[in-house]
């Protein structure tokens, strides 16, 4: 895998991505703070984890509910929802930018073995379900690192030079339990599962979390 194109400060499209973010978070918060939380809750309830736990599991729940889930009134995600009220500005953007914000419409918070540290900024994740390996970018100050070998669930939101950018608060599940876990979520998937992609089925990442995090309790 060609792994030449990593960078290690961020460039200019990445700055822009980053500010998407950043926009995308205060018009969550102003528009549906109200049902994110309700909706977050609702999942956190059907957990059996401790309080340290649901304060990761909250801001990958967080995320999942913005890019993923359907509101009720509108039937988009408020992620789509977010593109179609700034569409103007999007245009402004260079095809760069557009390309890589088209790319997160189909996203959904994974599950990956960390198989390698490239500098402690930069890890190899691979995918449980498709196998596919990603450059990942985690920036998180104050967090602790993932440590090769680490089992973690996490949202990744393709870059535009091929790499991952890992986002909000990471998941880390018990090493030593991963087998018997993956053995759990892989079949609950295989189960229920609309399309052999894993992104095409973000309806169920809150049911296999549920189940991961369950079954390393």
Not at 45 to 56: L, Q
Request: charged share 25%.
């Amino acid at each position: 895998m060609a792994q030449s194109n990593i960078i290690y400060f961020p460039d200019k499209v990445q700055e822009e991505l980053i500010n998407v973010l950043d926009k995308l978070v205060d018009y969550a918060v102003q528009q549906y703070q109200k049902e994110i939380v309700e909706i977050t809750e609702h999942y956190l309830k059907r957990m059996n984890i401790s309080e340290k736990t649901e304060n990761r599991v909250f801001t990958q729940m967080f995320w999942w509910t913005i890019f993923c889930y359907r509101m009720k009134l509108t039937r988009i995600t408020v992620f789509q929802e977010f593109l179609k009220v700034n569409k103007e500005e999007w245009e402004r953007k260079s095809m760069t930018v557009q390309q890589v914000l088209a790319s997160w419409l189909n996203l959904s918070p994974g599950f990956y073995y960390v198989e390698n540290d490239r500098s402690g900024k930069f890890f190899i994740f691979r995918d449980i379900f498709e196998g596919d390996r990603k450059i990942v970018g985690v920036h998180s100050k104050g967090s602790r690192r993932p440590v090769q070998g680490e089992f973690v669930s996490v949202m990744l939101l393709p870059l535009e030079d091929g790499s991952f950018l890992s986002q909000g608060r990471i998941i880390y599940i018990s090493e030593t339990k991963s087998t018997t876990i993956v053995d759990k979520i892989s079949s609950y998937y295989e189960k229920h599962a609309i399309s052999p992609s894993y992104l095409l089925n973000p309806q169920l990442y809150p049911e296999l979390l549920r189940i991961a995090l369950e079954a390393d309790g």
